[in-house]
């Protein structure tokens, strides 16, 4: 699972996505994360996927740079760059900017979760708190993965 937050129009947004699909980031309706509004954001600016076990961004934009921040390293993705993010790393498209919280391991058959009981999410049963919205996980529901139907 991937946990970004970010900041745009003044406000702060904090999501979990999984790895199975790419996450799309742009101004159009139909991307995952839609930026509304600004000129410096493309229709279809970017895009997040797993590849070889690793979190990459590609600049979708023909126009519009992505700017990367991994640890010190800073570098500008121009169309159709891509880079790998590690977790804490921080990028920027027009003027909203996005962290990559964590990266957390997909649940193997048989583990044990908890199910936060603020918004429904599914976490390891080590975890104290929901990553997204804080809520304390001390008495929430325990289920072995996968759910039964
Ligand atoms: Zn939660």
Known sequence: MII???HYNDELHKEAFGKERPI??????????????????SRSHASLYYKDNQLHIL????????????????RRLNSDDDAVLEEGAIFR??????????????????ELMVQCPKCGRYWPASKLDCPIDGWSLANARTVRWPLEQ
């Open 93 to 110: 498209i027009g003027p909203a900017q996005f962290q990559v919280v964590s990266l957390e391991p997909e649940p193997h058959d048989g």
């Open 24 to 41: 799309t980031i742009g101004r159009s309706n139909s991307a995952d994360i839609v930026l509304e509004g600004n000129a410096q954001v």
């Open 59 to 74: 600049n979708l934009s023909k126009k519009n740079p992505v700017d990367v921040q991994n640890s010190d390293k800073h």
């Open 4 to 6: 970004l937050k970010w």
